[in-house]
């Protein structure tokens, strides 16, 4: 299971495309902002997802706090979490390192460029990241 946070509809509908293609037999969960996010994790008890998408930007709660929350957590503080911005501003990426991110992207502008670098990471973080919530090579198994 992916967790993707995300509060543009046009980037989540984007997203589920592109990982429904990439993981055809993976559950795609949206929350549209950091509040929703934390509902999700909290209401899905001892299941976890297997990596967090989150956008930079969101209403409610902060990816910040969500961060914070999900790193404080036994259950999550293991789980890869990549942040998603259109913004390059450095003081978002020390942040979101600061407070446990695993990896920072900048979102493309175009929808080609940003297909392909989901296409990248996410055999990464599933298939070839080795965390105590997944073995190499048993994502989605």
Request: aromatic fraction near 4%.
């Amino acid at each position: 299971m992916i967790l993707l946070v995300e509060n543009s509809e046009d980037d989540a509908a984007l997203m589920r495309r592109i990982l429904g293609k990439q993981l055809p037999d993976s559950e795609i969960c949206v929350a549209k902002d950091g509040r929703e996010a934390l509902e999700l994790l909290a209401s899905w008890g001892d299941e976890k997802p297997q990596l967090l998408l989150i956008d930079v930007h969101l209403p409610r709660v902060s990816r910040l706090q969500v961060l914070e929350e999900v790193r404080k957590s036994p259950l999550t503080r293991h789980v890869p979490v990549v942040m998603l911005s259109s913004s390059q501003d450095n003081s978002d990426v020390m942040r979101s390192y600061d407070l446990g991110a695993n990896s920072f992207l900048v979102k493309a502008d175009q929808t080609g460029q940003f297909e392909a670098t989901i296409h990248e990471i996410v055999p990464y973080w599933l298939h070839l990241n080795h965390t105590p919530a997944n073995r190499p090579g048993t994502a989605g198994r």
